[in-house]
């Protein structure tokens, strides 16, 4: 969930046959508020042993505190950038604006333990204030609190992390 962070779960290295990589997704929008959510499995094929399986998942929520909401782009199959209503800044008139204010939270998890394989699973909790200045620059930061159900090489127990971005999209 952090970019950044070192990886917590590995499986190793696994010799494959074949992978087939299954998921299913959904989103909803009503005016600030919008929910998404995604299931998805790795069926791993190896050659002579057993097939594994290894699922994961999320669903997040936000809402804009402006007022905003996200657009969905049909053509391209992906939300597109939030416009503010009103810009960061002073504006004509000695008018100010802003942005846009965007609250959000997700709960994720990944289990990469089946069979022989224990690469260990990991579930948590990410809350994040999103401020838009402008159609091309948003600042992002997020809470992680991890719960790691380490086995093998990874190890268990909390981990929290703080992530800071700035985004600047042309």
């Known amino acids: 969930e952090m970019h950044m962070a070192k990886d917590f779960l590995d499986t190793g290295a696994l010799a494959t046959g074949n992978v087939d990589l299954m998921n299913g997704e959904a989103a909803m929008v009503m005016g600030p508020l919008s929910v998404q959510g995604e299931v998805m499995r790795a069926q791993v094929s190896r050659n002579k042993a057993s097939t594994l399986a290894f699922n994961g998942g999320y669903v997040y929520a936000s809402y804009f505190l402006t007022g905003e909401q996200r657009n969905y782009r049909k053509t391209a199959g992906c939300f597109d950038r939030v416009k503010p209503a009103s810009n960061f800044g002073v504006h004509k008139g000695g008018e100010r604006g802003w ?12 289990d990469l333990n089946d069979g022989a394989v224990q690469g260990g699973s990991m579930a948590d ?20 609190l991890a719960d790691l159900n380490g086995t093998g090489s990874s190890k268990g127990g909390p981990a929290n992390m703080v992530g800071l971005r700035l985004h600047v999209d042309f």
């Open 125 to 144: 909790w990410t809350f994040g204030l999103n401020w838009y200045l402008n159609p091309n620059i948003r600042i992002q930061t997020n809470y992680v």
């Open 99 to 110: 942005g846009a204010w965007e609250v959000g939270a997700r709960y994720s998890w990944l």
